[in-house]
């Protein structure tokens, strides 16, 4: 083994007779281990004998089990905040034990970084490539790791059953973000139904949101006129206000969630400039409207006068008139007489 890079130490693990286990470290002084049954070592007391042989020698690695197998850790980190253990070249020299955990005489290399979990934070968090997609945090003590994506997240090294990352070879899987997946859904449901109700906005033939034109007459010899239509006649549709369907994973990052809303904004803007523009049209069909309303009936306030007259009563007002205008003729010839009469006694 070997700490950091220093140079390997070798450690020799034989059995006696007497049911314990004499370890050295580069043919050093041995350390016994007693053990239940010399024939039938188990990992845990593999561990325990290690973890002898290293205090005795002040060597800082932990041994410890998992699955079975032999692992080793680095105590404490180096200056540079990361500490190695590397084991080569183990043979098995325990007869009848088990060659779990030891390599059966093949080589092996095995390099652990002992990191705080502050520092393993801010390492996954600085890595740009899990930008958006994983964020990690303390929680506790433990190593929390958040997916952020909507893509499922398999973590390698992590315990199925426990979700703990303890190293080994097992995995373990992250279910994505539901909530923005479901927000994709929903964003594509609404965008279906934009375009279905712009295709039912018809009356009569005539469907402005399709860019129909709809031309309003205000009076009987149709010289006033007002041309209602969507602006340059476009059909007003997602298409045109540009939102186009997302897929899940297009909100995975908040860069494409934030061009996603800006252009949402920008279909609002859209719309909203649109309805002022038919707003403005049907307030002044409304006033046209208001206006001949108004004539109507005075007009019909003219008819009803005119056909429910009393005959008699406007056959008298009639003669009265025709008096007062015989009167004033009289009068107005007596006028012209008198002045000739003055102008003869010259």
Not at 261 to 270: D, E, F, P, R, W
Not at 273 to 288: H, P, Y
């Amino acid at each position: 083994v070997s700490l950091d890079g220093a140079t390997a130490q070798s450690v020799a693990i034989t059995a006696s007779d007497a049911d314990t286990l004499s370890l050295t470290l580069d043919g050093g002084s041995a350390v016994t281990f007693d053990v239940a049954d010399v024939e039938a070592v188990t990992a845990d007391e593999l561990a325990d004998a290690v973890n002898a042989l290293f205090d005795a020698e002040s060597v800082d690695i932990t041994a410890s089990t998992d699955g079975g197998e032999l692992v080793l850790t680095a105590d404490t980190a180096s200056s540079s905040d990361v500490a190695s253990v590397a084991v080569s070249n183990v043979a098995e020299t325990l007869a009848g034990a088990s060659d779990s955990g030891l390599a059966g005489g093949a080589e092996s290399l095995t390099n652990v970084e002992a990191k705080t979990v502050d520092t393993l934070v801010s390492e996954i968090n600085a890595n740009s490539s899990l930008d958006d997609k994983v964020r990690a945090s303390n929680d506790n003590g433990s190593l929390r790791i958040e997916n952020q994506s909507t893509n499922d997240l398999t973590v390698t090294g992590a315990n199925a059953t426990s979700g703990t990352i303890d190293g080994g070879s097992g995995t373990d899987t992250i279910d994505g973000n539901e909530v923005r997946s479901d927000l994709a859904t929903q964003f594509n449901d609404l965008r279906d139904q934009l375009d279905k109700l712009s295709d039912d906005s018809s009356f009569n033939g005539i469907n402005l949101l399709q860019g129909d034109l709809l031309t309003m007459t205000f009076n009987e010899t149709s010289t006033s006129t007002l041309d209602i239509q969507s602006e340059n006649g476009e059909t007003l549709n997602s298409s045109y206000l540009g939102l186009s369907t997302i897929d899940a994973d297009a909100l995975d990052s908040d860069t494409n969630i934030d061009e996603l809303i800006n252009t949402v904004k920008s279909a609002l803007g859209t719309i909203r400039s649109q309805a002022s523009t038919f707003g403005s049209n049907l307030s002044m069909v409304e006033n046209r409207e208001d206006f001949t309303k108004n004539m109507i009936n005075t007009l019909e306030t003219g008819a009803d006068d005119l056909v429910l007259a009393d005959t008699n009563e406007e056959a008298a007002n009639m003669l009265a008139l025709q008096t007062r205008q015989q009167l004033s003729s009289t009068a107005l010839s007596l006028a012209s007489q008198a002045d000739q009469a003055v102008l003869r006694l010259f």
